[in-house]
């Protein structure tokens, strides 16, 4: 079963960046839509941003123009690089597939506040 590690959050003003990592194991992540969730203090998982297996991409429209998704497939890593953060891009972030086909991690905290 392919495992994934989230790294890179961390405690950011408003306006900052962070770029977060997630990490699979394996070698089948190349083959996967792959996509970054938040999960706000209360409230459900939500998609925030896709990135298909030869790179095409799309966006929550909350994060459109400030986040954007990558993937290394030779290093089965996929990246957020996340900018002009607000204090609602606060929340725990994961990766999976867009059908949540692999065990979730632990996710990694983001929190945006002055």
């Known amino acids: 079963q392919v495992q994934l590690v989230e790294s890179g959050g961390g405690l950011v003003q408003p306006g900052g960046s962070l770029r977060l990592s997630c990490a699979a194991s394996?070698?089948?992540?190349?083959?996967?839509?792959m996509g970054w969730y938040r999960q706000a203090p209360g409230k459900e998982r939500e998609l925030v941003a896709r990135?298909?297996?030869?790179?095409?991409?799309s966006y929550a429209g909350s994060v459109k123009g400030r986040f954007t998704i990558s993937r290394d497939n030779a290093d089965n890593t996929v990246y957020l690089e996340m900018s002009s953060l607000k204090p609602d891009d606060t929340g725990v972030y994961y990766c999976?597939?867009?059908?949540?086909?692999?065990?979730w991690g632990q996710g990694t905290q983001v929190t945006v506040s002055s």
């Open positions: 999976n597939t867009i059908n949540g086909d692999f065990h």
């Open positions: 394996g070698n089948i992540f190349r083959f996967y839509l």
């Open positions: 990135i298909r297996p030869g790179g095409g991409t």
